[in-house]
């Protein structure tokens, strides 16, 4: 079965080097620390695979509730999606808030859609908290509609929460255009409760602060392999090992084969961003002049916002290759063009992309893998704030929390039936949708 396992997946490349991606991102953080790599033998009560936002999460709430945590990162702290991603932190799921009823019951239902309506405040309470330094913004998150049809969708949506306490609001098409800047859209919802934050300063800062609380983070030190050993795990790096009671594994769309199947349970998308220069004023004042951050209702979602810099970064689905530059960009150009086209001279700079982890039912999952062996992962691309908090409920759990007070649903890995074909159904789902918003948003 082991075999079979591992003949099917097709685990990510993971580089040799170390460095992070040239990104804006890199390029306007705060210097990271330069941690140390895993030599020799460390025992630990929680072991913690990944340094994203799970892992770094994870590893602050063990540390803060006087665990002895060891952190391993193949990489550097943010090498995945967490130092790549757009930094917008939006409540919710892709469900709407009834559909989460439906779909968890009346008893779960409302407790999901309670917890992860606060992820927010979750991200932005660390910020404060840890005084972690990532020009957070909460100036809420707007979800402009490109049709009447999805203006009718984010109307239900922005209802569904309002009834449930959260401050959100539906905008007519006058107020959408001038808060974004552009009069492309039917109208929007915003909803008050999110904002955005530089993503890679946000999970060095959750680094250092778990650092602070008494965590040992190591990076360059991927784990090679996970097994069991005399009642607790054993995890080897190249250069060391660790014997701990329980680990978390936080490797989301870079999962690779460490445990057989883990990887097959997500489908990793490529996610690509472009940033200009700062916007001149007399081009940039009309743009998204009080600082909320965007993503439309396109199927193929164009997502935006100014940095600190005052710069546009814009994102959007790429094509599945690691390696994308700027002649890869012509759908973020063509996007801009039609937002703003007082930028049509304002060049893009910077390019980056990243992996993002899709799952068949649209929702992150969280599983005991085996006992005392628990993964978060499939955000969806919604990872800055549910990461963070699937981060925290993992290292509950590793701690001895029961399921039950964890407010959603701890499930079985169920790798995806027929795998090897679900990059061949993406491209042709990707081609289809493209064609789709088209036509809806003429
Ligand atoms: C371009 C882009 C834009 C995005 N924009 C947004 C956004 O605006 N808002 C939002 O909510 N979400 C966004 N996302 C999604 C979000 O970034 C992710 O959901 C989130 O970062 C996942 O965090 P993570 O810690 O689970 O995984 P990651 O950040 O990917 O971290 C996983 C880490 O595990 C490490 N690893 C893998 N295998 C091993 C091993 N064997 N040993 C040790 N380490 C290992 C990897 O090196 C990696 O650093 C975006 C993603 C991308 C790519």
Redesign the pocket.
Known sequence: MAALDFALVSPPR?PSRSSLPTTLWAATAVDDRPWPRLEGSLRADVAI????????AAALAAAERGAKTVL????QI?????????????PGLKYDPDEIDTMFGPELGPRVTAAVGGVADEVFGLVDKHGIACDAVRKGWLQPAISARTLALVERRAEQWSRRGADVAVLDRDTTAALIGSRIYRGSWIDRRAG?VQ?LAY?RGLAAAASRAGATVLTR????ALRPRDGRWRIDTPSGEIVADTVVI???????V?WPGLSRTVVPM????AATGPLPPDFGASVLPEGQ?V?DTRRLLW?YRRDAGGRLVM?GRAPFRDDLGAADAVHLRAAVDRLYPQLASVPFETY??????MTKDSIPHLHELAPRLWA??G?N???????TLF?RWLAELALGASPADIPYPITPMRPIRGYVFTRAVARGLIRYYRLRDRLEAR
């Open positions: 993971m695979i990944g340094g994203g936002y799970t892992g770094c391993v990162e193949a990489q943010g090498w995945g999606a967490s130092g790549r991603s757009g930094g917008q932190v939006i955005h993503p999970v030190s991927p784990a090679t936080g490797t989301n769309a870079h999962t690779d460490l490529v996610s690509f961003q951050c993503s997502y994102g980056w992309s990243g992996r993002v982890a978060g992962l955000y691309g919604r990872g800055v704030g549910l990461a981060g």
